[in-house]
């Protein structure tokens, strides 16, 4: 049972970030990006405060302190704050889609990090595999979808190149850091720039359209699918190869797309399908291939 452990949260997390995408969009019918990010974590913060509180967890060191610090930088506020103004533009499932990159991009920065999980031949014909799809997809938004379309792509891209960087980094330094602790320390960090510039480019909160269905979708978001979430995430990155990890995003985005068209009525064209499917086989290509073994000495903390 302890060995099955992990792979059950694994597809844990799959089941609610896949189903994430669709409340994202959902909110962001009646809320502004960039305020609803900030909301859903300064929110998911709450309930990781009091079970830091109750366990008596152990404080980080200083040095731990900057890790925390600028990882939430990366993750909270750059990342979702892109994916968050990303997916204005774009469809659920297309935005699961390219966030799939994810995984990608840390195997690229994995293979100079982390000397165990060394790039090889395999895994880069998986990443070229994977951009030759992104180049499917990008090329419905360059053929008439407007230029909208077309940067919310790109932010998208670039959130999951800022959380693969982020996730790397808390594999090479902080494997001995509380999840609790590390995912609080990261959403304090990481909350404010969201608010603030939302305050500044999106007004007041109590001026926003607050509908039943933004709500719904805030709450969802804050406890389930970012306190509940991230927890389990690093519980599993303590356990499990970091680029095992990653590879949640496969089964995210199928369960993006289904909702995305069974709930909001999105549409599932040709370009979505093909470029999809080279995405999904590029990141399980370089996913389960092995990594190539270092002959230097690894930096990792046990």
């Known amino acids: 049972m302890t060995a099955l452990r992990p792979a059950l949260v694994w597809l844990l997390l799959g089941l609610i970030w896949g189903s994430s995408w669709l409340f994202m969009k959902l909110g ?17 913060a709450l309930p990781l405060a009091v079970l830091m509180a109750l366990g008596r967890r152990p404080v980080p060191h200083l040095g731990d302190w900057w890790l925390i610090a600028w990882t939430g930088l990366l993750t909270f506020s750059a990342s979702y704050g892109l994916v968050f103004w990303g997916q204005q533009y774009i469809s659920s499932g297309l ?42 997809v ?4 360059l053929g008439g979808q407007g230029m909208l379309a077309l940067w919310g792509s790109v932010a998208v891209l670039l959130g999951a190149a800022a959380a693969a960087y982020a ?49 719904i979708a805030l709450l969802y978001l804050s406890i389930v699918a970012s306190a509940l979430a991230f927890v389990l995430l690093y519980w599993l990155i303590q356990r499990m190869d970091v680029t095992k990890t990653m590879v949640i995003t496969l089964v995210t ?47 990792q903390r046990a």
């Open 28 to 44: 962001l019918e009646d809320l502004p990006p960039f305020t609803f990010a900030g909301l859903r974590f300064a929110i998911a």
């Open 95 to 136: 935005a699961a889609l390219l966030f799939a990159t994810f995984p990608l991009f840390g195997m690229l920065l994995a293979h100079r990090a982390l000397p165990a999980e060394r790039m090889t031949v395999a895994r880069a014909a998986g990443i070229f595999l994977a951009i030759a799809g992104v180049g499917v």
């Open 138 to 141: 990008f090329s419905k938004q």
């Open 167 to 215: 996730d790397v980094a808390v594999k090479h330094g902080g494997g001995h850091l509380d999840p609790v602790v590390l995912t609080l320390g990261q959403m304090v960090a990481g909350t404010p720039p969201l608010l603030m510039v939302g305050y500044a480019v999106e007004g007041s909160a109590a001026a926003f359209p607050w509908t039943v269905r933004a709500a």
């Open 253 to 299: 985005p199928l369960i993006a797309v289904l909702l995305g068209v069974l709930v909001l009525r999105e549409a599932l064209t040709w370009r979505i399908v093909v470029g999809g499917t080279a995405i999904l086989g590029g990141v399980a290509l370089t996913a389960w291939s092995p990594p190539q073994p270092s002959t230097g000495s690894a930096h």
